[in-house]
């Protein structure tokens, strides 16, 4: 990196400088936090120094709308959407600021005047990566769309220590590498320790009478651990809004025990600490499998208790009267994650606070909203009753009460119907007893919403049946949505100029517009201009490929990406089997024509799940075979982009020609990815699954590539007996694909390798890879063909981005705002320290 060329805060003027221009306040702001904030001059300066300034300038320019924002939310005693959320994959910080705050453009001259290159200095964040895939990417993109729809709002979560790992490969293995985001500080957060709460766990419960026989019950922990919030603001949209992400860190409440210390205990004294402590430390790294440790559940009761704590002191301050809770707060659970809540605000408004049982469950019931994200049975929820009753004995009392009432409510309604009664109990008594977490969420809340159409219904018709007939009413779908400021604005600013010079740049924050694209469909030049722009995103992210996997990718044939969680119900081995396919047909037949193609994959593997392993282990495996034939590499190249994260994600949406998303139909509620691809100009080859559907109604079928069973079909198929060796016996190519697997082809001849994935296939197929090749392998058929009239796809691919208005997760927000939480938007006035007095 150059070295800037300027030494002196005082002399921060660039070389054709106006007196107070935003460049130059920028600059001089920039090189006062180098040297006071970081302590360093230019030739001692590390890129970390450089980044860190930078991230303090944009701080200072933060926190006047957050003063402003508080002060005027706690004014009004605003109505406030609390969403509660264990994951936010918020992604970097310092280039989404610049964009909301309108100071991109300055911020990147000011730093080339002094020498330095703005995409470096953003490139150095460490991401926080406090979430594992689309639930945790989910709740970042809502409080992005909170804070620019103005609505009061705080993300109450965790501040793990160490995120999602870092991926790295080794001999084509996933290997996991810890997450350490937060050692070189984080400009970002500001520590409230004066807003600590306690949190008990563990140890029994008393019961006692007051003098009037009122009976009390009280909760003896054996252990307290202190949350300590930490708050980031969130900007809105050019506007003055800055709302607050609260992360809750645990501490002990004494950091050494003196007591211990003094008996010559050394390790003892700082024991309490280290176990406190654990519970924020780590991220679980699995996405959609619950893994029933007791320190998730720790972890999860400690942060929901921290929430709704700090609740009722924002109450206290605000003189809000107890029994107006659900009046102050929309409480929403981001899965069943956070659904203790329900039974810690019965706790704590009754046990704490004296209400009675009646009142109390009527605030908690309207206050609380679930969303559910998954069908998998994996992915629900339950707890061995004897481990829920270790962590939180009060709360089973609780549950137990709420579980009662609720029962005689269903035995009332379905008189005799006790096998129903059996199938909704928050309690699971066939074999080994549970929490069923998912129907506590249910019982408490006053909505419960999937995350696209299809999900909904699947909801209704099968995992909540029963509560759905029960009350058909508190059902809803609002289908999922992301943010067009972080993956269009800050991801593709050269379609984000094109764009923005065709119809202005109200879209940004009104998507629905990108519509008035549709025309420009037609438009040569203007097609032009939308191919240069992809080809140019494409030569960046070769540069990627090149540098991070050590292969030449060449930018004119066609990206085909597929990045993701790798989940076999994802089915990354669907596309692997289709290249194997591909490279089949090259090899047989040397001459035949074909759309070159580039796979890119990426995505990270729960680290217990062998079988996601695997599949990564299978993709690179063909990877370092088809790259290294001369016979097909003009026509094929395979890579797997390690550690994909929403940095990385940043740069491969936008240089996506097709997007895949192939679940089996029924199995993925939603997913994000597939918005992202398209409001970058993405063509989808897909399944009838999750968003996809409403995708392909919105860009139309023609510009869509669909294949595979229906959700329908696949419950049929399975449940006529399937058996994926009649479809291996019908398909030759899948025959020679599998066989080529077997025998070692991709594993230097160990035919040993890849054999439990091979066997699960060709036994089991638990996901219908076999049923759906066929049609998969024709719909590529279609792609390889319209892609090579240029103009078509182009023109497709303009329609594909200005059809995706409906996939801003503002509009998500609006439908919550509106049907959920019934809050309204608070504008903010900007508050100088001048006008304030103390
Ligand atoms: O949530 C996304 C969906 C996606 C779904 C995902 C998800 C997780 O990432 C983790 C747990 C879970 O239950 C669901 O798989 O389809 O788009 C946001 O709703």
């Known amino acids: 990196m150059n070295q800037p060329q300027v030494v002196s805060p005082n002399s921060g003027r660039g070389p054709d400088d106006e007196p107070d221009s935003p460049t130059r306040r920028l600059r001089h702001a920039f090189l006062h936090h180098l040297f006071y904030t970081q302590g360093k001059f230019p030739a001692l300066a590390t890129k970390t120094d450089y980044y860190l300034a930078l991230a303090h300038t944009v701080r200072d320019r933060l926190l006047q709308r957050w003063i402003s924002t508080a002060n005027e939310y706690t004014k009004n005693g605003s109505r406030t959407v609390a969403y509660l959320s264990a994951e936010f994959l918020m992604g970097p910080h310092l280039g989404n600021n610049l964009i909301n705050l309108g100071l991109f453009d300055d911020a990147r001259k000011s730093m080339s005047e002094l020498g330095l290159n703005l ?3 953003l490139y150095e964040e460490e991401e926080p990566g406090l979430g594992n895939g689309g639930l945790g990417r989910l709740a970042a993109c809502f409080i992005d769309s909170l804070a ?44 409230r320790p004066e807003w600590s709460v306690t949190v008990k766990l563990g140890g029994h419960t008393e019961r006692m009478q007051d003098n009037s026989g009122q009976l009390h019950v009280r909760w003896v922990p054996n252990r307290t651990v202190l949350g300590v919030p930490y708050d980031t603001p969130i900007l809105g949209y050019r506007n003055n809004t800055a709302n607050t992400l609260r992360l809750w860190k645990a501490e002990a409440p004494e950091a050494f025990d003196f007591a211990v210390f003094n008996r010559g205990d050394y390790q003892g004294a700082v024991n309490q600490k280290v176990v406190s402590e654990n519970l924020s430390k780590v991220l679980y790294p699995n996405d959609e499998h619950v893994e029933g440790k007791e320190l998730r559940l720790a972890q999860q009761y400690f942060f929901v208790s921290c929430s709704l704590q700090d609740m009722l002191r924002i109450m206290k301050t605000q003189h809000v009267p107890l029994h107006e809770f659900h009046e102050k707060f929309a409480v929403q659970l981001n899965d069943t994650h956070p659904a203790i809540g329900v039974a810690e605000l019965m706790r704590l408004l009754t046990d704490e606070h004296q209400m009675h049982w009646n009142q109390a469950w009527d605030i908690t019931r309207k206050t609380f909203g679930y969303t559910n994200h998954t069908l998998l049975p994996e992915a629900l929820e339950r707890w061995p009753l004897e481990l829920f009753k270790r962590v939180l004995p009060r709360h089973l009392e609780i549950i137990y009460e709420i579980n009662a009432r609720f029962l005689d409510e269903v035995r009332q309604r379905y008189f005799g119907d006790e096998a129903r009664v059996t199938r909704m109990s928050l309690i699971e008594e066939t074999g080994e007893r549970y929490v069923r977490m998912a129907h506590l969420a249910c019982v408490g809340s006053h909505a419960i919403n999937g995350v696209a159409e299809l999900h909904s219904e699947l909801l209704k018709q099968d995992v909540l049946k029963d509560f759905h007939e029960m009350w058909p009413a508190k059902f809803g779908n609002k289908t999922n949505g992301v943010t067009p400021r972080r993956w269009i604005a800050l991801a593709n600013p050269r379609l984000t100029r094109l764009i923005s010079g065709a119809i202005g740049e109200g879209w940004i924050k009104r998507l629905e517009e990108l519509r008035q694209l549709e025309p420009f469909a037609l438009d040569p030049n203007f097609r032009a201009g939308w191919r240069e722009i992809k080809r140019a995103n494409k030569r960046d992210l070769s540069d990627v490929i090149r540098k991070r996997c050590g292969v030449a990718v060449d930018p004119s044939s066609m990206f085909d990406v597929q990045v993701k969680r790798i989940h076999e119900y994802k089915r990354q081995h669907l596309s692997a089997l289709h290249i194997i396919g591909l490279y089949h047909r090259l090899k047989t037949n040397p001459n035949l024509e074909m759309t070159p193609r580039t796979f890119i994959f990426g995505g990270k593997a729960a680290p217990g799940y062998w079988m996601a392993k695997l599949i990564i282990r299978l993709i690179t495996s063909i990877g370092e075979v088809v790259n290294r034939d001369p016979a097909v590499r003009d026509k094929l190249r395979v890579v797997f982009l390690p550690n994909f994260s929403v940095t990385n994600g940043q740069r491969i949406y ?60 696949v419950a049929t198929v399975r449940g006529n007996g399937y058996r994926p060796q009649d479809y291996l016996d019908g398909n030759a190519e899948l025959r020679e694909v599998i066989s080529l697997i077997r025998h070692g082809y991709f594993s230097r001849g160990d035919g040993e390798l890849f054999r439990p994935l091979v066997d699960s296939l060709v036994n089991h197929d638990p996901y219908c890879l076999f049923a759906d090749y066929q049609s998969y392998a024709d719909a590529h058929e279609r792609v390889g063909t319209a892609y090579r009239d240029s103009e078509d796809w182009t023109r497709m691919s303009i329609l594909n981005s200005a059809r995706s208005g409906l996939f801003s997760s503002d509009r998500t927000i609006a439908e919550y705002c509106r049907d959920i939480w019934n809050v309204q938007p608070v504008q903010v006035p900007i508050l100088s320290h001048e006008d304030v007095r103390v």
């Open 654 to 713: 936008p240089a996506a020609d097709l997007s895949e998303q192939i679940s089996t139909a029924g199995k993925e509620a939603s997913g994000t990815g597939n918005m992202k691809f398209a409001m970058n100009g993405a063509l989808t080859i897909g399944t009838m699954d999750g968003a996809n559907i409403e995708i392909r109604e919105q860009v139309g079928a023609e510009n869509f590539f669909l294949f595979g069973l229906t959700a329908h079909e």
């Open 148 to 191: 620019t729809l103005e609505i009061p709002a705080v993300g109450y979560g965790i501040r793990y220590e160490f995120g999602i790992f870092h991926q790295t490969l080794v001999d084509g293995w996933q290997v996991e590498k810890t997450d350490k985001w937060l050692r070189y500080g984080n400009p970002w957060e500001l520590a």
């Open 119 to 121: 995409d470096d200095l």
